[in-house]
């Protein structure tokens, strides 16, 4: 199995703040990486896909980046609703894996 | 637009099999691939297996003795059948179709999610 490993696991900031996050997977997955949003007793929400195409209707200051094993996740300027926890996930081989979780909180 | 609703018993007895339903509306089940995916309760998320319509099937290693996913197009729903379930088997049931394109593969959309308790 693809091991994905997000750091940080949590982080704090504030409205406005730019933030980035961060993806590693234990051995090349190319561009099959995506990113999904979760909000507290919601379902995840698909962000990024391929890396670092934005899916429709996502807010532009998410932004995607990366290939091979290293990824990044950036919000450029942090709004009230994106406090919530972001997944990233191969898709490269089966079994299909996410990362551990970074949980965004208010600071 | 497509969305996904799951259904079944929100509380399964240990040893038991779990069972539930995706129904998907506003499109067809045909000519796409349906994943499951689950959450334990405050931990993160495990992909469980994938359909696709023409009859293949996909399972995480970690489940595949106990997994079935399998389809009904006159229907147009998917459904999960987990056997034997433990404890840890407690978590957020999610349905979600499961995107497959040249450039790469992702999950959207995803249904709300059910919650499974397995306990006596």
């Known amino acids: 199995d693809i091991q994905m490993t997000q750091s940080p696991s949590s982080l704090s900031a504030s409205v406005g703040d730019g933030v980035t996050i961060s993806c590693r997977a234990s051995q090349s997955v190319g561009t099959y990486l995506n990113w999904y949003q979760q909000r507290p007793g919601r379902a995840p929400e698909l962000l990024i896909y391929s890396a670092s195409s934005l899916q429709s209707g996502v807010p532009l200051r998410f932004s995607g980046s990366g290939s091979g094993t290293d990824f990044t996740l950036t919000i450029s300027s942090l709004q009230p609703e994106d406090f919530a926890t972001y997944y990233c996930?191969?898709?490269?081989?089966?079994?299909?894996?996410f990362g551990q979780g970074t949980k965004v909180e208010i600071k | 637009q497509v969305q996904l609703q799951e259904s079944g018993p929100g509380l399964v007895k240990p040893s038991e099999t779990l069972s539930l339903t995706c129904t998907v509306s506003g499109g067809s089940i045909s000519s796409h691939y349906w994943s499951w995916i689950r959450q334990p309760p405050g931990k993160g998320l495990e992909w469980i297996g994938y359909f696709y319509y023409g009859g293949s099937t996909n399972y995480n290693p970690s489940l595949k003795s106990r997994v079935t996913i399998s389809t009904d197009t006159s229907k147009n729903h998917f459904s999960l059948k987990l056997t034997s379930v433990t404890g840890a088997d407690t978590a957020v049931y999610y349905c979600?179709?499961?995107?497959?394109?040249?450039?790469?593969?992702?999950?959207?959309?995803w249904g709300q999610g059910t919650l499974v308790t397995v306990s006596s």
């Open positions: 979600a179709r499961d995107q497959v394109k040249p450039t790469g593969n992702w999950f959207d959309p």
């Open positions: 996930q191969q898709s490269y081989s089966t079994p299909k894996t």
